[in-house]
């Protein structure tokens, strides 16, 4: 009896110095899981550019003369054909009198001239003599009238003025600003898009702007000219674009962040926190029997939170979407939640124009 107590001692005191206790094993992984499903993928390509006025111009003196009105305001509207400057014209007027008095002269002598030549008394020499003279009389009037008008500055078309930096008095020389027009109406949009991209691009296409002044508001436009030359030196072509600025919410000088809608594809989607990166590769943990297995894939655009799969999975099979980093291949999991029951292949939200805009900012 003695003997076989000695023995258990001696076996419990071997094992216990051996360390091979049992260990308690841990749980398996809580995870949440999703099915692979659908999603229209659009190609958006990005690029900045600069905000111009639908038609803009510097109203400058033709002449250096004298103001003897400003007929605007700072920033206010004006009308195609309103008179915005007048500049001192005397002279002008002066001489406008004499040469239609001249011009009248030379009519009336033409005309006695012709009754002459009528009656025989006249030769054909000093009618021709005639009929020049008063032609010339006649030009001159109206290079004084083409100088008289000169000196009335007009609006070409409607449109907002800019900052006034000149005032009634002052002598202004040939060339000097007097006022710019600026119609708002709609904007231009000018930027550059790489060569490569060039075969995305069409006359009509949808765009989407963002401007840093309006966080959150998305403006329309479409592709108006694509210029048909590449610059040698960048590698990129030109487009200009128009938006409808009905409010005058945007202003020309003004960066714009600007999305072009092009292509759109179908392809399968998982959410890019399921993917997992590892050196140059790409995989997911995908859910069967109560275990993962990891697997490769090849991955495309992205889109909305979201990231194409080009090959490795199929429409339907269950995927981890949350407690990846906790995950190996092979290891044990308990799903949270299980989402995209139902038809296998279910669909992903489909991008709308304003969560392709939401990618901008």
């Known amino acids: 009896m003695l003997r076989s107590m000695v023995f258990c001692a001696a076996m419990l005191l071997v094992a216990a110095c051996s360390g091979e206790v049992e260990k308690p094993k841990r749980p398996p992984a809580l995870v949440e899981v999703e099915a692979v499903s659908s999603q229209t993928f659009a190609e958006v390509i990005e690029a900045v550019g600069s905000a111009i006025a639908n038609e803009q111009v510097v109203l400058s003196s033709p002449v250096t003369e004298r103001i003897v009105s400003l007929n605007y305001s700072d920033g206010g509207l004006v009308r195609r054909g309103e008179v915005i400057a007048r500049l001192a014209q ?10 239609q008095a001249r011009a009248q002269e030379a009519t009336q002598q033409l005309e006695r001239i012709k009754q002459l030549r009528q009656r025989g008394f006249a030769t054909g020499a000093s009618l021709d003599t005639q009929i020049a003279a008063a032609n010339a009389a006649k030009a001159s009037a109206e290079q004084v009238k083409a100088a008289i008008s000169d000196r009335v500055i007009r609006a070409p078309f409607s449109g907002y003025l800019g900052l006034r930096t000149v005032s009634p008095g002052a002598i202004v020389a040939a060339g000097t600003p007097i006022a710019t027009v600026s119609d708002i109406s709609r904007i231009k949009l000018d930027f550059n898009v790489p ?18 002044a309006y966080p959150g508001r998305v ?4 592709v108006a000219t694509i210029d048909p030359v590449v610059d040698p030196t960048t590698r990129a072509v030109a487009v200009r674009a128009l938006l409808p600025n009905t409010d005058h919410a945007l202003k020309p000088g003004m960066l714009l962040t ?23 590769e790409q995989y997911v943990f995908v859910a069967e029997g109560g275990k993962v297995k990891r697997v490769l894939v090849d991955t495309g655009a992205r889109q909305d939170g979201r990231v194409e799969i080009l090959k490795g ?19 044990p999991i308990r799903m949270a939640n299980e989402k995209g029951n139902g038809a296998a292949a279910g669909s992903a939200p489909q991008p709308t124009a304003a969560s392709l805009a939401a990618n901008v900012r």
Request: charged share 15%.
């Open 258 to 280: 600007v999305k072009v809608l092009a292509r759109q594809h179908q392809g399968l989607s998982v959410p890019e926190l399921a993917v997992v990166g590892e050196a140059s």
């Open 313 to 331: 999975l199929n429409a339907g099979q269950k995927i981890v979407t949350e407690g990846v980093v906790k995950l190996a291949d092979g290891a």
């Open 195 to 212: 060569e490569t991209q060039l075969a995305a691009l069409s006359k009509g296409q949808a765009l989407l702007i963002t401007a840093a």
């Open 219 to 222: 403006f329309n436009g479409t």
């Open 90 to 99: 005397s002279q002008e007027v002066a001489e406008l009198a004499g040469a």
